[in-house]
């Protein structure tokens, strides 16, 4: 039975073509694109989510209380989690891992420890507790004595295979980071999957980490240290960050009473920004919403174009309905069989749109920098099953209804009205809605890529033109000779300007501070951003003085220039009048006085509120080489500062980093999903205007002798053109006073997460109108030149 329904659609669909291509066409990309939103989504939501103990993992991190509001840090003091363990025994592990970014590693002989081969990698640092809170398996090694001694490390095996050839004979082998320590291998981890925020490859153990000057700092929070526990089963959470109230009176200074502690849940880390990952990315739950959205509206986009295809071809197919009416067939038989047509559509559509993901994802994957792909597993078919089954019913029950309903008679003679079927108010509503889903889309994108622009062209306060960083070796050797290598470098052709510093003016990494001022007996009540910096970087970089002068040139702190920002929260209304004042750091460990102020520049990413600043000397902190060339023939520059700091430093791998290239990389995700936004929107303005092309294309059909007549009385192919467009342009205006202030309200909303945003402005609007009614006029007017050229003969006599 269900057999001979799809016959019969066949047939219908063989004979119907271009309703059927253009139905498909649709259809058919608006799944892909939802299946391409699902397959991200399913990705983004499976972070970590392979470890068996998840739901009792969590993070501890740091919130400490301000003027402004709450800081919130990923990472936490050093003695933190020895004390968790003595605090509270019935953790069941606590675990430290931490980070050191762009560090270089090189294979070494066993014997001579002569380097053979030099990498660049993000290495870690980790207690061996930490196999046993993640699920990373051993290929070789024992997880629980692999990083329990000084001097070793765990690879993965394809780090492993890089530096060895062979996984297998990596073991027993050493390495040698930074030019320093010398690592034994004890252990190959099985390579970590991509969905995963600890992108642990090379682990070294944890009592090499360095950092005994503060293992009993609890005041100092380091963002690269991260510290994990297991809670028992009978433990909450809120009871746990209750105890840990108690634990930051016990352990920190009085004068440290802001600093807190919280535990973050292991399935929140990829989804709260406001932490962050060692992996760099989150991916909002807000943001999962609003692409689930998205795919939502373009499938039911899709939908819609069906819906008025399928009511617009009612009269074509009135005596076929009178017939089989006639001859006995009832209504469910008449229902059954439209929506087989439509289920046969879909079918076709889902085959399609798959054939369309899988040419579109690796481009996908080269713009988010994901490794998604389509693999035959249950969730994905159960996903393709779902879809099938609703677009079927979406598309396809409401005409099969009406045109299961009519009069036998009246189908017969052809006789319908717009409310006989099912009318062009609904017609009118449903291209209202689809255009004004596509327009939101359009204002959307309009402001996230004015949004970008704004963060790669707005003057940030210095020049980030044809300067090149490049890093430093963090060895004492190496940092010995930086005066000599930046003094020829200065003297290099095309070289105008060369500054050292711990960080550049615009940097994700900072150190911040609170300090006394003017021999105050009470610390201050914020929290300062410090750049430490040789008195060049304010030539290289143009930062442009309103006060006082450049610090001299030293080792250590012997002046501070401060920011127009730090002036004001000190309370100052004149500049001027802070200069000799003096700033004191961790009770007089530095202590100088104000000798400049400078204009404000953002010293972090625009994302973030600009802080107040403080710069200085301070000589053992460098870890980059600033360099400011002259903009032409920089490729010979490039290779000269090459050869230059190779000769200098034979051991060390180089690169360089061009400080445009480092603020964009800020913005990375914001920058993807603009590129993916503009995506979705020229979808839906396609899918849009083929149902707009195809309703068009049956309309013409419908008053064939109406523009015959039209034409004999004088009509002109303007007048006939505007007769077919009127109606079109006032549906999309009307769609623009839906769209507009939908999209300005959620749009506002997301301009909050930036400190430093757009203003909103008419144009947008108006280029978004502009466009719509420009495309639709397009869409349309092919098809009614078309009509208005036919010999108004030929129209007379159609039947």
Same mark, same amino acid.
């Given at each position: 039975?269900?057999?001979?329904?799809?016959?019969?659609?066949?047939?219908?669909?063989?004979?119907?073509?271009?309703?059927?291509?253009?139905?498909?066409?649709?259809?058919?990309?608006?799944?892909?694109?939802?299946?391409?939103?699902?397959?991200?989504?399913?990705?983004?939501?499976?972070?970590?989510?392979?470890?068996?103990?998840?739901?009792?993992?969590?993070?501890?991190?740091?919130?400490?209380?301000?003027?402004?509001?709450?800081?919130?840090?990923?990472?936490?003091?050093?003695?933190?989690?020895?004390?968790?363990?003595?605090?509270?025994?019935?953790?069941?592990?606590?675990?430290?891992?931490?980070?050191?970014?762009?560090?270089?590693?090189?294979?070494?002989?066993?014997?001579?420890?002569?380097?053979?081969?030099?990498?660049?990698?993000?290495?870690?640092?980790?207690?061996?507790?930490?196999?046993?809170?993640?699920?990373?398996?051993?290929?070789?090694?024992?997880?629980?004595?692999?990083?329990?001694?000084?001097?070793?490390?765990?690879?993965?095996?394809?780090?492993?295979?890089?530096?060895?050839?062979?996984?297998?004979?990596?073991?027993?082998?050493?390495?040698?980071?930074?030019?320093?320590?010398?690592?034994?291998?004890?252990?190959?981890?099985?390579?970590?999957?991509?969905?995963?925020?600890?992108?642990?490859?090379?682990?070294?153990?944890?009592?090499?980490?360095?950092?005994?000057?503060?293992?009993?700092?609890?005041?100092?929070?380091?963002?690269?240290?991260?510290?994990?526990?297991?809670?028992?089963?009978?433990?909450?959470?809120?009871?746990?960050?209750?105890?840990?109230?108690?634990?930051?009176?016990?352990?920190?200074?009085?004068?440290?009473?802001?600093?807190?502690?919280?535990?973050?849940?292991?399935?929140?880390?990829?989804?709260?920004?406001?932490?962050?990952?060692?992996?760099?990315?989150?991916?909002?739950?807000?943001?999962?919403?609003?692409?689930?959205?998205?795919?939502?509206?373009?499938?039911?986009?899709?939908?819609?174009?069906?819906?008025?295809?399928?009511?617009?071809?009612?009269?074509?197919?009135?005596?076929?309905?009178?017939?089989?009416?006639?001859?006995?067939?009832?209504?469910?038989?008449?229902?059954?069989?439209?929506?087989?047509?439509?289920?046969?559509?879909?079918?076709?559509?889902?085959?399609?749109?798959?054939?369309?993901?899988?040419?579109?994802?690796?481009?996908?994957?080269?713009?988010?920098?994901?490794?998604?792909?389509?693999?035959?597993?249950?969730?994905?078919?159960?996903?393709?099953?779902?879809?099938?089954?609703?677009?079927?019913?979406?598309?396809?029950?409401?005409?099969?209804?009406?045109?299961?309903?009519?009069?036998?008679?009246?189908?017969?003679?052809?006789?319908?009205?717009?409310?006989?079927?099912?009318?062009?108010?609904?017609?009118?509503?449903?291209?209202?809605?689809?255009?004004?889903?596509?327009?939101?889309?359009?204002?959307?994108?309009?402001?996230?890529?004015?949004?970008?622009?704004?963060?790669?062209?707005?003057?940030?306060?210095?020049?980030?033109?044809?300067?090149?960083?490049?890093?430093?070796?963090?060895?004492?050797?190496?940092?010995?000779?930086?005066?000599?290598?930046?003094?020829?470098?200065?003297?290099?052709?095309?070289?105008?300007?060369?500054?050292?510093?711990?960080?550049? *003016? $615009?940097? =994700? %990494? #900072?150190?911040?501070?609170?300090? @006394?001022?003017? +021999?105050?007996?009470?610390?201050? /009540?914020? &929290?300062?951003?410090?750049?430490?910096?040789?008195?060049?970087?304010?030539?290289?970089?143009?930062?442009?003085?309103?006060?006082?002068?450049?610090?001299?040139?030293?080792?250590?702190?012997?002046?501070?220039?401060?920011?127009?920002?730090?002036?004001?929260?000190?309370?100052?209304?004149?500049?001027?009048?802070?200069?000799?004042?003096?700033?004191?750091?961790?009770?007089?460990?530095?202590?100088?006085?104000?000798?400049?102020?400078?204009?404000?520049?953002?010293?972090?990413?625009?994302?973030?509120?600009?802080? *107040? $600043?403080? =710069? %200085? #000397?301070?000589?053992?902190?460098? @870890?980059?080489? +600033?360099?400011?060339?002259?903009? /032409?023939? &920089?490729?010979?520059?490039?290779?000269?500062?090459?050869?230059?700091?190779?000769?200098?430093?034979?051991?060390?791998?180089?690169?360089?980093?061009?400080?445009?290239?480092?603020?964009?990389?800020?913005?990375?995700?914001?920058?993807?999903?603009?590129?993916?936004?503009?995506?979705?929107?020229?979808?839906?303005?396609?899918?849009?205007?083929?149902?707009?092309?195809?309703?068009?294309?049956?309309?013409?059909?419908?008053?064939?002798?109406?523009?015959?007549?039209?034409?004999?009385?004088?009509?002109?192919?303007?007048?006939?053109?505007?007769?077919?467009?009127?109606?079109?342009?006032?549906?999309?205006?009307?769609?623009?006073?839906?769209?507009?202030?939908?999209?300005?309200?959620?749009?506002?909303?997301?301009?909050?997460?930036?400190?430093?945003?757009?203003?909103?402005?008419?144009?947008?609007?108006?280029?978004?109108?502009?466009?719509?009614?420009?495309?639709?006029?397009?869409?349309?007017?092919?098809?009614?030149?078309?009509?208005?050229?036919?010999?108004?003969?030929?129209?007379?006599?159609?039947?």
């Amino acid at each position: 039975m269900f057999k001979n329904y799809l016959k019969t659609a066949w047939q219908k669909l063989r004979s119907h073509r271009s309703y059927a291509v253009i139905n498909t066409i649709g259809l058919a990309v608006g799944i892909a694109a939802c299946l391409l939103i699902f397959i991200l989504i399913r990705y983004e939501t499976s972070f970590d989510n392979f470890h068996h103990n998840r739901d009792r993992i969590y993070r501890v991190v740091s919130a400490t209380q301000t003027p402004a509001g709450i800081n919130y840090s990923m990472g936490s003091a050093f003695p933190v989690a020895e004390a968790l363990r003595l605090d509270y025994p019935q953790l069941e592990q606590v675990a430290r891992i931490y980070e050191r970014k762009g560090k270089q590693v090189a294979v070494v002989n066993d014997n001579s420890h002569g380097t053979t081969k030099k990498f660049k990698e993000n290495i870690f640092f980790a207690e061996p507790q930490l196999f046993d809170i993640f699920n990373f398996p051993f290929l070789s090694g024992d997880a629980k004595t692999a990083l329990s001694e000084p001097n070793t490390v765990v690879l993965t095996q394809a780090i492993a295979e890089k530096y060895f050839g062979d996984w297998h004979a990596a073991l027993g082998q050493f390495i040698r980071y930074d030019n320093s320590q010398v690592c034994k291998v004890t252990g190959i981890l099985k390579n970590i999957p991509a969905n995963t925020d600890f992108p642990v490859q090379v682990v070294f153990s944890f009592k090499n980490a360095g950092q005994e000057d503060i293992a009993n700092d609890w005041v100092s929070q380091d963002g690269s240290l991260n510290t994990f526990v297991v809670l028992p089963r009978n433990m909450t959470v809120p009871h746990f960050d209750d105890n840990l109230k108690e634990f930051v009176k016990k352990h920190t200074p009085p004068e440290y009473s802001n600093q807190g502690y919280l535990l973050q849940p292991l399935s929140n880390i990829h989804y709260e920004s406001a932490f962050g990952t060692y992996s760099g990315a989150t991916f909002s739950r807000e943001l999962i919403t609003a692409l689930s959205s998205i795919g939502l509206f373009l499938l039911l986009i899709a939908c819609i174009n069906f819906i008025n295809l399928s009511t617009a071809q009612i009269v074509g197919r009135s005596k076929e309905i009178g017939v089989r009416k006639v001859l006995g067939g009832s209504r469910a038989q008449l229902i059954i069989q439209f929506l087989s047509e439509t289920f046969l559509i879909t079918l076709i559509s889902v085959a399609i749109a798959v054939l369309i993901a899988l040419l579109v994802i690796p481009l996908l994957n080269n713009l988010l920098q994901t490794p998604l792909k389509i693999q035959p597993d249950l969730s994905l078919v159960a996903f393709l099953f779902s879809i099938t089954i609703a677009v079927t019913l979406l598309s396809g029950i409401y005409p099969a209804i009406v045109l299961s309903g009519f009069n036998p008679v009246t189908a017969l003679k052809s006789k319908f009205t717009n409310r006989a079927t099912g009318g062009l108010s609904l017609r009118r509503g449903l291209v209202v809605f689809q255009f004004a889903i596509a327009q939101a889309l359009i204002i959307g994108t309009f402001i996230v890529v004015s949004q970008m622009d704004f963060f790669q062209h707005t003057d940030m306060g210095f020049d980030k033109d044809a300067i090149v960083m490049v890093p430093i070796p963090n060895d004492t050797a190496r940092q010995a000779k930086m005066e000599t290598l930046k003094a020829r470098l200065q003297q290099q052709a095309g070289v105008k300007s060369v500054s050292l510093s711990a960080f550049s *003016p $615009m940097d =994700l %990494a #900072s150190w911040q501070s609170d300090f @006394r001022f003017d +021999n105050a007996l009470k610390k201050s /009540g914020f &929290m300062t951003d410090l750049k430490w910096a040789d008195a060049d970087y304010f030539k290289t970089y143009n930062i442009r003085f309103i006060a006082g002068a450049p610090y001299n040139q030293a080792d250590t702190v012997g002046g501070f220039v401060i920011n127009e920002m730090m002036v004001k929260k000190l309370g100052f209304k004149n500049p001027e009048d802070v200069l000799g004042k003096k700033i004191d750091f961790w009770d007089g460990a530095i202590k100088a006085p104000v000798v400049g102020v400078v204009k404000n520049f953002n010293g972090q990413s625009l994302k973030d509120e600009m802080m *107040p $600043m403080v =710069l %200085a #000397s301070y000589k053992t902190t460098y @870890r980059l080489i +600033n360099i400011k060339m002259e903009a /032409g023939h &920089m490729g010979q520059t490039l290779a000269a500062i090459e050869r230059i700091w190779t000769g200098a430093s034979p051991d060390f791998i180089y690169e360089y980093q061009f400080l445009d290239d480092k603020i964009a990389s800020f913005y990375k995700r914001e920058s993807q999903l603009s590129q993916l936004y503009k995506i979705f929107a020229g979808i839906a303005i396609f899918i849009s205007c083929l149902g707009l092309y195809g309703f068009v294309s049956f309309m013409a059909v419908q008053r064939t002798k109406e523009v015959g007549i039209r034409k004999v009385l004088g009509a002109s192919v303007i007048n006939i053109v505007y007769l077919f467009s009127k109606e079109f342009t006032l549906l999309i205006g009307i769609a623009f006073l839906i769209a507009a202030p939908l999209a300005y309200y959620f749009m506002h909303q997301w301009l909050q997460h930036f400190a430093y945003r757009i203003n909103i402005g008419v144009g947008i609007f108006l280029l978004t109108i502009l466009s719509a009614e420009v495309i639709a006029w397009l869409t349309v007017g092919y098809q009614a030149v078309k009509a208005a050229v036919v010999n108004p003969v030929k129209s007379l006599k159609a039947e």
